[in-house]
């Protein structure tokens, strides 16, 4: 019944909206045109230095009397000792007695006395046109502020294209919800914007944020006013210091959250004593409304906002309002304002000199340093390295290529260590990392997207979005001036990024569609196999439409590399192989002979589906094979999360698990024959390298020893029946010596190609490369630059 009325409620307005959506794209749609026609093409005035000897601190209220008396003393002692700074409080027509109680008991205030509520915009602008000074720092009347505030806000502008600096918000109250610190973000999301404050204590330094918060910022006054200050098309409240802040990134300006400027905000402010929840909502959805008719100029990101304005409206009057998602009430409120709107509009059109995409790019810690820093191909490189798993102990093959190449590349470069983790305990283990990587950071049970099975993003994909994680990147990237981003395993390839100067890399430790076209034969129901089949095209799709976001994409083999230019040609230039995939030989103890006899091992992690269905296949189909000629024969099974005993009991007298085993060397140098029976998967096995390194004859499928072996009997048996890995396996039982010589071969070629020594060192030499050709495309960019703006040829 509720429903229903409000359905008939919202029945005349729902009917017109419609038309209301089509003349609302008409009029922006007009406007851009009328801006094209005008458009003009010279250069924005010069950015001038402010002077950084003194501020104007603006203070807007409106009956806040007894917030000015309680905290306007704090903001006193700390510009006191230099007579050049000034205190404003710009009165909004109260009628508490505020203009009496600053007369009478803080003489040192100059007053403004407005004869009407302009609101917190209009009394800001005020302030800040009859400010003294060139920086003005705007608070909120319910602000305390640290007695050390002001200095670090003035050290922001040393660079005269800073538009504003933000304070660090506190709460007075340490026992609530830090909703607001003043290191804000954005992003465009469902055709609007979104907008959050973060709570990162690592940001210890100025730091980019999408916006300065107008009640504790400092701004540059005239870069203030050349962009007309807060706009009124938002009154009564919210969103005209986001709007600012955009405005300043699209015109080439930066904003920066300072953490040692530090502010307590007791969050007893006048919108809420004055405004009902409902009405401040209301508001709200207006505005996001308005930012993005005003502020957003690429269309398909407007289309975008229209199609899902649309569908909010809908859904609102048929299912009822949340929080952030517009409705009817809010559409028909925002269009009342479309007039002015256009107008400014036209204004933000002529102010900008970057686009939409850049804007929202540029407050990001990762994309900041790319286009405002410099970087040096020439100096000791910084490498960021995310894994999404754990690296230590490493446990699966994964963890031993990224484990080895971490000990080695750190003797060559500072590297910095993102791990991702499953248990608490995981990270005192991964700990070691920080013993010689410079730092090392962890995510504990971090949360990705739900499965869906109507997505068009792989599940393994959706299992690692995460907003927490993009921001840790960048934050990294920014404090530690990082040069090159190393991505691993295809789900992380969602964080690439479009850098100018930093290198981003992704190793791709095995084919995330070429593994699951050939896991299909080995799932048993027909509802797996269509769910894997669909994954199958979500993989195929993500993985070539994402890998040439990159500037290098390492895989495996030479056979992974070609497999993924036959599906997409475009990608070869990108592809590279033979600088990640490998060990450090001089860590295992060649033994090629004393071996213990009619013992076979198979090692791998079981949390890897391929290792399941190997083995599985092997104990079945290959087992009893082998014990009609040899019956003393014995498997040794060693990797964590191994299938329960119980499975197998009838070879149970042939099996011995021992689950994960600290030190993987010392059954390498004991049993007789190394089976790797891989059916699936894809990329090259590190166990049949730690094998080759160690002296254990090797058994493998052809899937198995992909990139590592081609040639039966040369570094190791292939064969892929069942009756033809006994017969190898039977083989290498009763000639050790052959089997030993060919271990000898196996050691001479790991030693001489997949030495993790070597190969990072070319990785390294990778990594410079990549560097150098994006520092020779910048100086070409800014030698045009040059060569335009000064007319010559």
């Known amino acids: ?130 400010a003294r000074n060139d920086i003005v720092v705007l608070l909120n009347s319910d602000m305390r502020v640290d007695r050390g505030f002001l200095q670090p806000l003035l050290d922001c502008f040393a660079d005269e294209t800073v538009f504003a600096a933000s304070c660090q918000i506190f709460l007075s109250d340490p026992n609530r919800v830090r909703e607001e610190t003043g290191l804000t973000q954005a992003w465009w999301e469902d055709g609007t914007l979104r907008v959050r404050h973060r709570a990162d204590p690592a940001v210890t330094r100025p730091y980019p944020c999408f916006y300065g918060g107008g009640g504790s910022c400092a701004f ?78 690429e269309w398909p990101r407007l289309a975008s906002h229209f199609l899902f304005l649309y569908g909010s409206v809908l859904v609102s009057v048929f299912f009822g309002d949340e929080p952030l998602r517009a409705n009817l009430q809010a559409f028909w409120r925002a269009f009342t304002q479309l007039p002015g709107a256009v107008a400014a509009r036209l204004k933000a059109r002529r102010q900008a000199e970057a686009s939409d995409t850049e804007a929202f790019l540029l407050p990001l810690g990762g994309y900041f340093r790319d286009r405002f820093q410099t970087v040096n191909p020439a100096g000791r490189l910084r490498v960021l390295f995310v894994s999404p798993y754990p690296i230590c102990p490493p446990v699966h093959g994964g963890g031993v290529f990224m484990y080895q190449t971490l000990r080695e590349l750190s003797r060559l470069a500072e590297v910095h260590v993102v791990a991702l983790l499953d248990y608490d305990h995981q990270v005192e283990l991964n700990r070691e990392l920080a013993t010689f990587c410079a730092s090392a950071e962890f995510l504990v049970r971090m949360e990705g997207r739900t499965r869906h099975l109507a997505s068009m993003v792989p599940h393994a994909v959706r299992e690692f979005q995460n907003d927490d994680l993009a921001w840790l990147i960048h934050r990294i990237i920014y404090m530690q001036g990082i040069d090159v981003v190393q991505l691993e395993y295809t789900p992380l390839a969602q964080y690439a990024a479009g850098f100018r100067q930093l290198a981003c890399v992704l190793f791709e430790h095995d084919i995330y569609f070429q593994s699951i076209a050939r896991g299909l034969p ?60 490998g060990i450090d030989t001089s860590r295992y103890a060649f033994c090629p002979w004393a071996r213990d006899p009619c013992t076979m091992l198979f090692l791998g992690s079981f949390r890897h589906t391929p290792n399941q269905v190997a083995l599985d296949w092997f104990i079945r189909g290959v087992l009893p094979l082998i014990l009609r000629k040899r019956p003393e024969a014995r498997l040794v099974v060693v990797g964590s999360d191994a299938p329960p005993e119980h499975l197998y009991a009838d070879y149970a007298a042939a099996l011995e698990f021992r689950g994960f085993v600290e030190d993987i060397r010392e059954p390498l140098t004991r049993f007789s024959v190394f089976v790797c029976p891989v059916r699936s998967g894809s990329g090259v096995r590190v166990k049949l390298l730690e094998a080759f390194a ?92 040059t060569v335009s703006a000064t007319g010559t040829s």
């Open 220 to 297: 540059d006054r005239r870069k203030f006013l050349e962009l007309g200050g807060f706009d009124r098309l938002y009154e009564p409240f919210y969103l005209e210091d986001t709007d600012l802040g955009y405005r300043a990134w699209k015109r080439g300006w930066k904003v920066f959250y300072q953490p040692a400027s530090v502010v307590f905000h007791e969050h007893r402010g006048t919108i809420g004593k004055h405004f009902r929840p409902e009405h401040i909502q209301a508001v709200l959805k207006k505005n996001y409304i308005l930012f993005c008719w005003k502020n957003i100029h």
């Open 694 to 785: 160690a002296g254990i004859p090797v058994v493998s499928t052809r899937i198995g020893a992909e990139g590592l072996e081609y040639r039966n009997g040369r570094f190791c048996l292939l064969a892929d029946s069942p009756e033809a890995f006994a017969e190898a396996v039977l083989q290498v039982f009763e000639n050790p010596q052959a089997a030993a010589e060919m271990a000898i071969r196996a050691r001479e070629e790991v030693a001489a190609n997949w030495d993790m020594a070597v190969i990072t060192r070319k990785l390294e030499a990778s990594y410079r490369e990549v560097l150098e050709e994006k520092a020779g495309r910048t100086s070409g960019r800014d030698a045009l630059k």
């Open 522 to 581: 080995y799932m048993a129901g027909w509802a797996e196999k269509i769910q894997a089949r669909f994954e199958y095209l979500r993989a195929l799709r993500y993985e070539l439409g994402i890998l040439d976001r990159f500037d290098r994409v390492q895989v495996c083999t030479t056979e992974n590399r070609r497999y993924l230019a036959s599906f997409a040609p475009r990608l070869a230039p990108l592809l590279q192989d033979g600088l990640r995939a």
């Open 1 to 130: 019944m509720a429903g229903l009325i409000r359905f008939l409620r919202a029945l005349p307005l729902l009917l017109i909206s419609p038309l209301l959506l089509v003349l609302s794209v008409l009029a922006l749609a007009v406007g851009d045109l009328l801006w094209l026609l005008r458009r003009n093409a010279a250069a924005p005035p010069a950015d001038e230095p402010p002077a950084r000897d003194a501020a104007s601190v603006v203070i807007p209220n409106w009956n806040g009397r007894d917030l000015l008396e309680r905290y306007l003393p704090s903001v006193i002692e700390a510009l006191a000792g230099n007579p050049a700074n000034e205190i404003i409080v710009v009165d909004n027509a109260s009628t508490d007695g505020s203009v009496d109680l600053l007369r009478r008991h803080f003489p040192q205030v100059r007053v403004l006395p407005l004869d009407r509520n302009l609101g917190f915009g209009g009394g800001s602008n005020t302030g800040v046109r009859e």
